[in-house]
């Protein structure tokens, strides 16, 4: 049995992740944290109560600070929430590796956004130019999306066409470069999450999107997989597509 405590339990993917375990014959739900909870942070959870593994569905402003909490008691993590950097993640996998324990990080938890990822990495190979349009709603607050900037950190460099130095206007216009990549974060009413890839070359383009509905049941079978997969792993995985065979 594994002993699972989510973060985020009340929010809108926490509460559906937290269902799902406590549904589930191999898993425990022994620890639930946010500010109505009993538990009011992560190291007060694990403090308290056996836990093999932390599932951190909180905010950007919180992952962090969790996911140390959990190092630091060499419990193994589940990380769910965006807002972590590309220094965040080298800071958490080698904290992950001095500990032993396993961390499994994704933008997005539904199996076709993996897909996505996993078919826009093998694209890039042939493609030589692509940017990445990331739609949220209007209240998200951290730009890009974990997912967009996971699919930007993956790909790496891309042509971008004219030098941003080199524009007439407002370079802004042009999105934020993340590891190479041109993502333009657009935060508009009705949009959960949503992820476009646009490749092109010469005289033609290719594009692929998912789109998330008003429902969190996409991102919780992603989530119990990784849950019964990263006990057995050291350090560091990102992306939830690494677990897809």
Known sequence: MIRVCVAGVTGWTGTAVAAAVEAADDLDLVAGVSRSSTYRSVAEALDAVETDVVVDFTSAEAVKANVLAALDRNVAVVVGSSGLTAEDYAEI????????????????????????????????????????????????????????RELAERLGQAAVGRPLDELVGPPEARGATVAGTQIHSLRLPSFVVSTEMLFADEGERLSIRHDAGESPAPYVAGTLLAVRRVGGLSGLTRGLDSLLT
């Open 93 to 148: 996998d080698e904290r992950a590796l001095a500990a032993d324990v396993g961390v499994i990080a994704a933008g997005n938890f539904s199996v076709l956004a993996a897909l996505l990822l996993r078919s826009a990495t093998e694209i890039a190979r042939h493609v030589p130019a692509w940017e990445i349009l990331d739609y949220a709603s209007a209240g998200k607050p951290d730009v890009p999306s974990g997912t967009s």
